[in-house]
């Protein structure tokens, strides 16, 4: 390898893309190809950057496997900063195994953290985590142990586990300083506001008041019954009840845990779950059957019991009822909780992040442009959807990951 390419190197890896196109930019080789590809990708133009990547890929012959499963590796990267979440996952895990079998370790690390970065973006945790599993990251250079310990936080937090969370970033915060790239650090920094932003209501006897995340986490394991509007369940510590398919369910449950412990007229209960201004005798008489079908839901954590004006929510022992809301009600918060970390989506990788069909994501997405919540630019496959962070909406909470590993 030639001194400029030595020199274009090593200003990528200390975050100077500029100084690395000075050296490399009007060079056609394969090597120079790669690292303008990664310098553009720094410097924001991710169109180029792959295009440049798919160029040096090609570029290197049959005998460097190691050059081009690095070429793939930053593809993968692009991919996942561009939020592709439809790119082969099966390449970039091919790649990794090509990189350690050549004994390239930190780019194979590297591999692993996109890796399980993708699987903590859509929710697969466990998957995530044992991606990480194992594996020891003190022998990698600074940048790459800051970019492991935010995918390790990514799924503590995830997973409601403050003080690992914490731990976790803090280790990121001491490795960005290491390494002296303004870029990662901002990026440590963003990640740890999440920790200091409150990321729920809590809605209890009429009070209502907002709870951090460590404050969440305490609630979940106190033993009160919970009407989780953030996961559209009702627990305590032991037990889960989902009515995530269940919107007319879970809506009853939620005005019954709201008002606890006293009742709530039919009427109200009318108009929260079936949009009803008016509970006539058809009303009532789909109402008790909702309240049948949610009794029968309930019951190994409380009963619906009839009162003369309507209905209350009795739990099964001596406890607390309290209702956790998102931040702010909003009627697609899901997809809000996804757009709301500044990066430009497709409505197909929503889909994909979300679980849901194509369809639902675009009704969704085009509700709220005309709402003036979220914008649009490009056309066809090309079209993305973006949004500035709501401020006061943080979106932990809303965004897929195991309900048992609260």
């Given at each position: 390898?030639?001194?400029?390419?030595?020199?274009?190197?090593?200003?990528?890896?200390?975050?100077?893309?500029?100084?690395?196109?000075?050296?490399?930019?009007?060079?056609?080789?394969?090597p120079?190809?790669?690292?303008?590809?990664?310098?553009?990708?720094q410097?924001?133009d991710l169109?180029?950057?792959?295009a440049?990547?798919k160029?040096?890929?090609?570029?290197f012959?049959?005998?460097?496997?190691v050059?081009?499963?690095?070429?793939?590796?930053?593809?993968?990267?692009?991919?996942l900063?561009?939020?592709?979440?439809?790119w082969?996952?099966?390449?970039?895990?091919?790649?990794?195994?090509?990189?350690?079998?050549?004994?390239?370790?930190?780019n194979?690390?590297?591999?692993?953290?996109?890796?399980?970065?993708r699987?903590?973006?859509?929710g697969?945790?466990?998957e995530?985590?044992?991606?990480?599993?194992?594996?020891?990251?003190?022998?990698?250079?600074?940048a790459s142990?800051?970019?492991h310990?935010?995918?390790?936080?990514?799924?503590?937090?995830?997973r409601?586990?403050?003080?690992?969370?914490?731990?976790?970033?803090?280790?990121a915060?001491h490795?960005?300083?290491?390494?002296?790239?303004?870029?990662?650090t901002?990026?440590?920094?963003?990640?740890?506001l999440?920790?200091?932003?409150?990321a729920a209501?809590?809605i209890?006897r009429?009070?209502?008041?907002?709870?951090?995340l460590?404050?969440?986490?305490?609630?979940?394991?106190?033993?009160?019954?919970?009407?989780?509007?953030?996961?559209?369940v009702?627990?305590?510590?032991?037990?889960?009840?989902?009515?995530?398919?269940?919107?007319?369910?879970?809506?009853?449950?939620?005005?019954?845990?709201?008002?606890?412990?006293?009742?709530?007229?039919?009427s109200?209960?009318?108009?929260?779950?079936f949009?009803?201004?008016?509970?006539d005798?058809?009303?009532?008489?789909?109402?008790?059957?909702?309240?049948?079908?949610?009794?029968?839901?309930?019951?190994?954590?409380?009963?619906?019991?009839?009162?003369?004006?309507?209905?209350?929510?009795k739990?099964?022992r001596?406890?607390?009822?309290?209702?956790?809301a998102?931040?702010?009600?909003?009627?697609?918060?899901?997809?809000?909780?996804?757009?709301?970390?500044g990066?430009?989506?497709?409505?197909?990788?929503l889909?994909?992040?979300?679980?849901?069909?194509?369809?639902?994501?675009q009704?969704?997405?085009?509700?709220?442009?005309?709402?003036?919540?979220?914008q649009?630019?490009?056309?066809?496959?090309?079209?993305?959807?973006?949004?500035?962070p709501?401020?006061?909406?943080?979106?932990i909470?809303?965004l897929?990951?195991?309900?048992?590993?609260?």
């Amino acid at each position: 390898m030639d001194s400029l390419i030595t020199a274009a190197a090593r200003a990528l890896a200390t975050g100077d893309p500029l100084g690395a196109l000075k050296r490399v930019a009007l060079r056609e080789d394969a090597p120079a190809l790669a690292l303008r590809g990664i310098a553009m990708a720094q410097l924001g133009d991710l169109v180029r950057a792959k295009a440049l990547l798919k160029s040096a890929a090609r570029a290197f012959g049959p005998r460097e496997a190691v050059a081009r499963a690095r070429c793939v590796v930053a593809e993968a990267e692009i991919a996942l900063v561009s939020r592709d979440l439809g790119w082969p996952a099966k390449a970039l895990d091919a790649a990794r195994a090509t990189l350690e079998k050549h004994g390239d370790h930190v780019n194979a690390a590297h591999a692993r953290n996109l890796e399980a970065r993708r699987l903590l973006l859509i929710g697969r945790l466990d998957e995530a985590e044992s991606r990480l599993a194992g594996f020891d990251p003190t022998t990698l250079p600074p940048a790459s142990r800051a970019a492991h310990e935010l995918v390790i936080a990514g799924i503590a937090i995830r997973r409601l586990r403050t003080k690992a969370a914490r731990a976790a970033l803090g280790r990121a915060e001491h490795a960005a300083r290491q390494a002296d790239i303004p870029a990662l650090t901002a990026e440590v920094e963003g990640a740890s506001l999440v920790m200091n932003t409150p990321a729920a209501r809590l809605i209890a006897r009429g009070v209502e008041r907002p709870l951090l995340l460590e404050e969440v986490e305490a609630l979940l394991a106190s033993g009160a019954l919970v009407v989780d509007a953030c996961r559209n369940v009702v627990r305590d510590a032991g037990t889960i009840v989902s009515l995530a398919t269940r919107p007319v369910l879970f809506a009853l449950a939620r005005t019954l845990g709201e008002a606890w412990p006293a009742d709530v007229p039919r009427s109200t209960l009318v108009a929260r779950a079936f949009g009803g201004k008016h509970a006539d005798e058809s009303h009532r008489a789909r109402l008790r059957v909702e309240v049948g079908r949610l009794r029968v839901e309930l019951r190994s954590l409380a009963d619906v019991s009839a009162t003369k004006r309507g209905f209350a929510l009795k739990p099964r022992r001596p406890r607390d009822v309290v209702v956790l809301a998102p931040p702010a009600d909003e009627p697609h918060a899901a997809v809000l909780a996804f757009l709301a970390d500044g990066e430009s989506w497709s409505s197909s990788a929503l889909a994909i992040a979300l679980g849901a069909s194509s369809r639902t994501v675009q009704r969704s997405l085009e509700q709220l442009a005309a709402a003036g919540k979220v914008q649009s630019f490009g056309r066809g496959r090309a079209r993305r959807w973006m949004t500035p962070p709501v401020p006061g909406f943080p979106t932990i909470l809303l965004l897929p990951g195991s309900l048992s590993s609260y």
